[in-house]
């Protein structure tokens, strides 16, 4: 026995490089989908079989239409119970009643209670079943996982998914003539209760114990707004999520002809579960055999363009087939095309195309497409079944000239989508030239992607070879391997280590000796990532590997080898008691205090701080606090890093500290951001509070905007509320910047528009005061008055220069929050214009702005544009804008000046009211004697007594 379980090991170990510490996640988590899926095709083909047995395949059309309602509501209610409630309690419960319905409706048959509306809801709740478990176990999976072992891990896990395809249809197809298809609910149930005692100890035993609040926010947070929009402002994903609309509607029409002329052919419910069994597993166990041998080569001969007609072209052939022969073999022959190619090639092509596509974007439209475009194309599907099969009375044959029409469109589409990779793709790598390189730049306008990339990687700037290299992390192409491999000899330490981490995930293909040199690289990260790959890749022991470099003679190798071994045992319980991970780093704290060499003791404190940050162990969390105080920047720019990979709350109050500090700013940002989504609770609570000081709070806009979510957009606006003009604008930029990444987001458009009109008040109030002092500057006064009022005429040179510059911030400000309701590039565009030293680029920019503004908006602003536009401000000036507005005299300028926000502008017009010596003011400046500022209080003190004696 013992030397059966050494061997299942040594199997999972090798094959499917599942390692140390894993085995039990692993194994759970795929014995979780095979029972789900296994429960899945027993009750699919029974409600089928039962389906079309009594009511006919003329029911098929009205099913789909109510399966696409229900499972649009029920999604709906599930987004908000997610985001509400524990993952953990709603899986459970989800099973529960998934096994109490399965019951209810193996009673209902077993006591022949086959009513009509029985039925519907059966086929109803099954089709729901499938989307909402799949759903949440994938979700459950990437808490189990970080993205390190989802890489490696997510492939032995789906295999389990496509066995119990296989497993629960041969079940079916095996008992159903033995037991009846009244009994096989019963079955189902029997295998699904099994998955609810997995899932609790998965939680309570892999995600409990070693995980924050954080890391679960982190790793289950998607974008919360309607991800709708993001989709229509990108043709690319239009196209893509219209392919896979058509593809569902086809697939729809397939499965009707396939069901319809089954049951015509087959009128006995049990043979017909047992049939639809049996297929169902048949065509899994031929999608899985082309997956393993076909897809890739297929992809790999004729590339990505061309591999999206393969399974319209296959559909395009079996419905020819079931018109002229409208028999059970044609129509297997169509399903069978449909089934095994569209989860083979026809998957890896669509996921090829959605490569240009940002990961973060890609995720959340993917979840999208997935339950809202299926969701709305089986409707479709059941709307067009119904017009052609209960309207036109067409027999089943005839659906294939629906499908042959539809084959056209989806060619066309698939047309339209290659020419917006190849375009997308060449647009991103273009986005991310070097400007200092520009005579670089490469042009393979006449090239296919693939040679476009391949230019990239020989020849392009390092920009440009990142941007490439860390698309091929999300889908390696072993067509470029040869090029990501000669870049570990790069001579830039960062793309040998973004070469060395692409290269992680070409599984196939074994460098291990060409990548040993390299953990003796000059640089730390290049040992590191060389490691990372080695322990990946090494064929032999992964253990004895590690253990051999830990005791390596030099110190770095060492220490990268430590690091290595953290980053792997994180959330890695067993690994790290196998490692006695604990014991080391100890030992390196024992050492560190005996060593001499001054660039041994900081690199050791380096490498320890990585590794204690990276293993996430928690009673050597005081080594990082205690670093946080260190001298040395670089030493305590890595206790915060590693404070922010543990992502535990305690660390965050620290943090925050370094904000206000050049040297450690960056990084506080970094181990920040590293928190996730769940950061922006802390930010809002210290904002409601009042916790955090100016010059801690102007940096977390930089932070918040790198959080693609709802939630960023709210606390960025409750920043634009604040007094501080330079934290509105830094809000400000941020909130331009989520527009322009997330434009799905919504950015509250009436209040955008009250500020626009609150910044253009200001701006009108600041141009009047300036005209008020400019006029009483006025070159006119005598020389003998200008020498007696030099004091005054410096404060009022003064008090310009700070106009002028709120002006500037004024019109910036405007510009902005116009960017949050149009396009912001446009509106960037037009204020960048508006800058420029040639008159023809500026009246462009103001006919593109008259063009773009509503009617309301352009008789407030147009006017403010123009002004900006004078070389000089005077009063004649002001009044040839016809603003229809009272010009002020200068006792009203100073007056509301003193009551606005900007602290500044008001000591300087205190200190201007102090050397003007006028009584007529004191009024005017006793209001601020017990003011909150104390250095206005000063200013207010002051002027008084100077009035007072004038």
Same mark, same amino acid.
């Given at each position: 026995?013992?030397?059966?379980?050494?061997?299942?090991?040594?199997?999972?170990?090798?094959?499917?490089?599942?390692?140390?510490?894993?085995?039990?996640?692993?194994?759970?988590?795929?014995?979780?989908?095979?029972?789900? !899926?296994?429960?899945?095709?027993?009750?699919?083909?029974?409600?089928?079989?039962?389906?079309?047995?009594?009511?006919?395949?003329?029911?098929?059309?009205?099913?789909?239409?109510?399966?696409?309602?229900?499972?649009?509501?029920?999604?709906?209610?599930?987004?908000?119970?997610?985001?509400?409630?524990?993952?953990?309690?709603?899986?459970?419960?989800?099973?529960?009643?998934?096994?109490?319905?399965?019951?209810?409706?193996? /009673?209902?048959?077993?006591?022949?209670?086959?009513?009509?509306?029985?039925?519907?809801?059966?086929?109803?709740?099954?089709?729901?079943?499938?989307?909402?478990?799949?759903?949440?176990?994938?979700?459950?999976?990437?808490?189990?996982?970080?993205?390190?072992?989802?890489?490696?891990?997510?492939?032995?896990?789906?295999?389990?998914?496509?066995?119990?395809?296989?497993?629960?249809?041969?079940?079916?197809?095996?008992?159903?003539?033995?037991?009846?298809?009244?009994?096989?609910?019963?079955?189902?149930?029997?295998?699904?209760?099994?998955?609810?005692?997995?899932?609790?100890?998965?939680?309570?035993?892999? *995600?409990?114990?070693?995980?924050?609040?954080?890391?679960?926010?982190?790793?289950?947070?998607?974008?919360?707004?309607?991800?709708?929009?993001?989709?229509?402002?990108? $043709?690319?994903?239009?196209?893509?999520? *219209?392919?896979?609309?058509?593809?569902?509607?086809?697939?729809?029409?397939?499965?009707?002809?396939?069901?319809?002329?089954?049951?015509?052919?087959?009128?006995?419910?049990?043979?017909?579960?047992?049939?639809?069994?049996?297929?169902?597993?048949?065509?899994?166990?031929?999608?899985?055999?082309?997956?393993?041998?076909?897809?890739?080569?297929?992809?790999?001969?004729?590339?990505?363009?061309?591999?999206?007609?393969?399974?319209?072209?296959?559909?395009?052939?079996?419905?020819?087939?079931?018109?002229?022969?409208?028999?059970?073999?044609?129509?297997?022959?169509?399903?069978?095309?449909?089934?095994?190619?569209?989860?083979?090639?026809?998957?890896?092509?669509?996921?090829?195309?959605?490569?240009?596509?940002?990961?973060?974007?890609?995720?959340?439209?993917?979840?999208?497409?997935?339950?809202?475009?299926?969701?709305?194309?089986?409707?479709?599907?059941?709307?067009?079944?119904?017009?052609?099969?209960?309207?036109?009375?067409?027999?089943?044959?005839?659906?294939?000239?629906?499908?042959?029409?539809?084959?056209?469109?989806?060619?066309?589409?698939?047309?339209?989508?290659?020419?917006?990779?190849?375009?997308?793709?060449?647009? $991103?790598?273009?986005?991310?030239?070097?400007?200092?390189?520009?005579?670089?730049?490469?042009?393979?306008?006449?090239?296919?992607?693939?040679?476009?990339?391949?230019?990239?990687?020989?020849?392009?700037?390092?920009?440009?070879?990142?941007?490439? %290299?860390?698309?091929?992390?999300?889908?390696?192409?072993?067509?470029?391997?040869?090029?990501?491999?000669?870049?570990?000899?790069?001579?830039?330490?960062?793309?040998?280590?973004?070469?060395?981490?692409?290269?992680?995930?070409?599984?196939?293909?074994?460098?291990?000796?060409?990548?040993?040199?390299?953990?003796?690289?000059?640089?730390?990260? *290049?040992?590191?990532?060389?490691?990372?790959?080695?322990?990946?890749?090494?064929?032999?022991?992964?253990?004895?590997?590690?253990?051999?470099?830990?005791?390596?003679?030099?110190?770095?190798?060492?220490?990268?080898?430590?690091?290595?071994?953290?980053?792997?045992?994180?959330?890695?319980?067993?690994?790290?008691?196998?490692?006695?991970?604990?014991?080391?780093?100890?030992?390196? !704290?024992?050492?560190?205090?005996?060593?001499?060499?001054?660039?041994?003791?900081?690199?050791?404190?380096?490498?320890?701080?990585?590794?204690?940050?990276?293993?996430?162990?928690?009673?050597?969390?005081?080594?990082?606090?205690?670093?946080?105080?260190?001298?040395?920047?670089?030493?305590?720019?890595?206790?915060?890093?590693?404070?922010?990979?543990?992502?535990?709350?305690?660390?965050?109050?620290?943090?925050?500290?370094?904000?206000?500090?050049?040297?450690?700013?960056?990084?506080?940002?970094?181990?920040?951001?590293?928190?996730?989504?769940?950061?922006?609770?802390?930010?809002?609570?210290?904002?409601?509070?009042?916790?955090?000081?100016?010059?801690?709070?102007?940096?977390?806009?930089?932070?918040?905007?790198?959080?693609?979510?709802?939630?960023?957009?709210?606390?960025?606006?409750?920043?634009?509320?604040?007094?501080?003009?330079?934290?509105?604008?830094?809000?400000?930029?941020?909130?331009?910047?989520?527009?322009?990444?997330?434009?799905?987001?919504?950015?509250?458009?009436?209040?955008?528009?009250?500020?626009?009109?609150?910044?253009?008040?200001?701006?009108?109030?600041?141009?009047?005061?300036?005209?008020?002092?400019?006029?009483?500057?006025?070159?006119?006064?005598?020389?003998?008055?200008?020498?007696?009022?030099?004091?005054?005429?410096?404060?009022?040179?003064?008090?310009?220069?700070?106009?002028?510059?709120?002006?500037?911030?004024?019109?910036?400000?405007?510009?902005?929050?116009?960017?949050?309701?149009?396009?912001?590039?446009?509106?960037?565009?037009?204020?960048?214009?508006?800058?420029?030293?040639?008159?023809?680029?500026?009246?462009?920019?103001?006919?593109?702005?008259?063009?773009?503004?509503?009617?309301?908006?352009?008789?407030?602003?147009?006017?403010?544009?123009?002004?900006?536009?004078?070389?000089?401000?005077?009063?004649?000036?002001?009044?040839?804008?016809?603003?229809?507005?009272?010009?002020?005299?200068?006792?009203?300028?100073?007056?509301? %000046?003193?009551?606005?926000?900007?602290?500044?502008?008001?000591?300087?017009?205190?200190?201007?009211?102090?050397?003007?010596?006028?009584?007529?003011?004191?009024?005017?400046?006793?209001?601020?004697?017990?003011?909150?500022?104390?250095? /206005?209080?000063?200013?207010?003190?002051?002027?008084?007594?100077?009035?007072?004696?004038?």
């Amino acid at each position: 026995m013992e030397k059966l379980k050494k061997y299942y090991i040594h199997l999972l170990r090798n094959v499917f490089d599942i390692r140390e510490g894993e085995y039990r996640r692993a194994i759970l988590m795929q014995l979780n989908i095979f029972l789900i !899926i296994s429960t899945l095709l027993i009750v699919k083909p029974t409600v089928n079989g039962l389906f079309l047995a009594k009511l006919g395949a003329e029911s098929l059309p009205l099913v789909y239409v109510l399966v696409a309602i229900f499972a649009g509501l029920v999604s709906l209610i599930y987004s908000k119970l997610l985001s509400r409630k524990s993952l953990n309690n709603i899986i459970t419960n989800t099973l529960s009643w998934s096994v109490l319905i399965l019951i209810t409706f193996g /009673i209902l048959l077993r006591l022949n209670f086959l009513e009509g509306w029985v039925l519907y809801i059966f086929y109803i709740w099954v089709a729901i079943f499938a989307v909402l478990t799949a759903s949440q176990f994938w979700i459950l999976a990437n808490i189990v996982f970080n993205p390190r072992e989802a890489k490696r891990l997510f492939g032995f896990i789906g295999a389990g998914a496509i066995a119990g395809g296989i497993f629960g249809g041969y079940l079916t197809s095996l008992i159903a003539d033995l037991i009846g298809s009244e009994n096989l609910p019963f079955v189902a149930a029997f295998l699904l209760v099994f998955c609810i005692p997995i899932t609790k100890t998965i939680w309570n035993k892999e *995600v409990l114990p070693g995980q924050t609040k954080f890391q679960r926010k982190k790793r289950t947070q998607g974008f919360d707004a309607n991800p709708f929009a993001l989709i229509k402002k990108s $043709k690319h994903l239009t196209y893509l999520a *219209v392919i896979i609309g058509i593809s569902v509607i086809v697939a729809k029409l397939v499965d009707y002809q396939f069901s319809a002329i089954a049951a015509l052919k087959i009128p006995d419910s049990d043979e017909l579960t047992a049939f639809f069994g049996f297929w169902f597993s048949t065509f899994n166990l031929i999608s899985l055999g082309i997956q393993l041998f076909i897809t890739r080569k297929v992809v790999g001969v004729f590339g990505v363009g061309t591999s999206l007609f393969i399974l319209p072209m296959g559909i395009m052939l079996g419905a020819l087939l079931v018109l002229v022969f409208p028999e059970l073999w044609a129509v297997i022959f169509l399903k069978l095309i449909d089934g095994s190619l569209k989860q083979s090639v026809n998957k890896s092509a669509i996921e090829l195309m959605a490569l240009p596509i940002p990961l973060e974007i890609k995720n959340q439209t993917k979840s999208f497409i997935d339950v809202f475009v299926d969701s709305v194309a089986t409707g479709i599907s059941g709307l067009i079944l119904l017009f052609l099969v209960t309207g036109l009375d067409l027999s089943t044959r005839f659906i294939s000239l629906m499908i042959i029409v539809l084959f056209f469109l989806w060619i066309y589409f698939a047309l339209k989508i290659r020419e917006e990779y190849i375009r997308s793709f060449k647009l $991103k790598v273009d986005q991310n030239k070097d400007v200092l390189q520009k005579k670089n730049d490469i042009d393979f306008s006449k090239d296919s992607v693939l040679s476009g990339l391949k230019k990239v990687l020989q020849q392009g700037n390092d920009k440009q070879i990142i941007f490439v %290299l860390n698309k091929l992390k999300e889908l390696p192409d072993e067509r470029l391997f040869g090029d990501v491999f000669r870049l570990i000899g790069h001579s830039s330490a960062l793309i040998r280590v973004e070469a060395l981490q692409c290269l992680y995930f070409y599984r196939s293909i074994e460098i291990s000796d060409k990548v040993l040199p390299l953990i003796n690289d000059p640089d730390q990260q *290049v040992k590191i990532a060389a490691f990372e790959y080695l322990i990946g890749h090494s064929p032999e022991n992964r253990v004895e590997f590690l253990k051999k470099y830990l005791q390596d003679k030099d110190y770095k190798v060492r220490g990268a080898a430590m690091v290595s071994l953290s980053i792997e045992t994180r959330d890695n319980p067993e690994l790290k008691e196998l490692f006695n991970l604990e014991e080391r780093i100890l030992k390196k !704290i024992n050492t560190i205090s005996v060593l001499k060499d001054k660039e041994e003791i900081k690199f050791q404190k380096l490498i320890l701080m990585k590794s204690i940050g990276s293993a996430k162990i928690q009673s050597y969390f005081y080594i990082i606090k205690d670093f946080l105080k260190e001298e040395d920047p670089e030493l305590v720019n890595q206790a915060i890093i590693s404070a922010g990979t543990t992502m535990h709350p305690d660390f965050i109050p620290e943090l925050y500290l370094f904000l206000a500090n050049d040297k450690t700013r960056e990084a506080a940002k970094s181990a920040l951001l590293n928190f996730g989504p769940a950061i922006l609770d802390s930010f809002n609570e210290k904002i409601k509070n009042e916790e955090l000081a100016i010059e801690y709070l102007i940096h977390v806009p930089s932070i918040v905007e790198k959080i693609g979510i709802q939630p960023s957009v709210e606390l960025l606006f409750i920043l634009l509320d604040k007094d501080d003009i330079q934290l509105k604008m830094e809000a400000l930029r941020s909130l331009n910047n989520l527009k322009e990444k997330f434009p799905q987001l919504k950015f509250h458009q009436k209040l955008v528009i009250k500020k626009i009109l609150n910044e253009a008040h200001l701006y009108m109030e600041t141009l009047f005061a300036l005209n008020a002092q400019i006029t009483a500057m006025d070159p006119k006064v005598s020389n003998l008055e200008m020498e007696q009022f030099e004091n005054q005429s410096k404060a009022r040179k003064n008090l310009i220069d700070l106009l002028e510059r709120r002006l500037d911030g004024n019109l910036e400000r405007i510009f902005r929050l116009l960017g949050l309701k149009y396009p912001p590039d446009d509106i960037l565009t037009i204020y960048s214009s508006l800058q420029s030293k040639k008159p023809e680029m500026r009246f462009n920019a103001v006919e593109f702005l008259d063009n773009l503004l509503e009617t309301n908006l352009k008789r407030v602003l147009l006017p403010i544009v123009e002004t900006a536009l004078l070389d000089n401000i005077s009063e004649s000036n002001i009044r040839n804008l016809n603003l229809n507005l009272k010009i002020p005299n200068e006792f009203e300028c100073l007056s509301t %000046l003193l009551d606005g926000r900007d602290s500044k502008i008001k000591m300087a017009v205190l200190y201007l009211i102090t050397q003007m010596m006028n009584k007529d003011y004191i009024p005017l400046v006793e209001k601020y004697i017990n003011h909150d500022n104390p250095k /206005i209080r000063s200013f207010a003190e002051q002027a008084i007594l100077a009035l007072k004696k004038s």
